[in-house]
Each structure stands twice: as structure tokens, then as C-alpha cells.
């Protein structure tokens, strides 16, 4: 992926988890950082890794 064309990208997903790709970093509290090129956090509220998606939205059925 060359940086000039880079791009982030935040994408809600029907019915689903937030999904943000591109040049993020993700620093928690123990001041860890992750850099995923990828990742999907949670909307529904039942996620067991918040604020990570886990895909328990599909077992609740959540609906936006």
C-alpha cells in the first residue's frame, strides 16, 4: 500500500459492528499499542472483548 494513496476508513456495518481500516493505532491502558490494519468493535453491547466485536450481535440478533 503505497502512502500517498493511503486512506482510513470508518464503516458501519448493517446490522453489525463498526469496522475502521487503515492507519490506526489502538492504545489501551496499560499504554500497549496495537496497529491493525483492520479491525471491528462492538455496537451491540454483548461483545465479551470490548470494545472489540466478538460476533455475539449475530446470536442477540441485533438490528441497527
Known amino acids: 500500500m ?3 494513496n493511503f486512506r482510513t476508513q470508518i ?3 448493517k446490522d453489525g459492528p463498526i469496522m475502521i ?3 490506526l493505532s489502538i492504545i ?3 499504554d500497549l499499542v496495537y496497529q491493525p490494519e ?3 468493535l462492538c455496537r451491540c453491547g ?4 470490548k470494545p472489540f466485536c466478538d460476533g455475539t450481535h449475530k446470536k442477540v440478533d441485533f438490528k441497527d
Open 2 to 4: 503505497e502512502e500517498q
Open 11 to 13: 464503516i458501519i456495518l
Open 21 to 23: 481500516e487503515g492507519k
Open 28 to 30: 489501551n491502558s496499560d
Open 38 to 40: 483492520k479491525c471491528f
Open 46 to 49: 454483548t461483545s465479551d472483548k
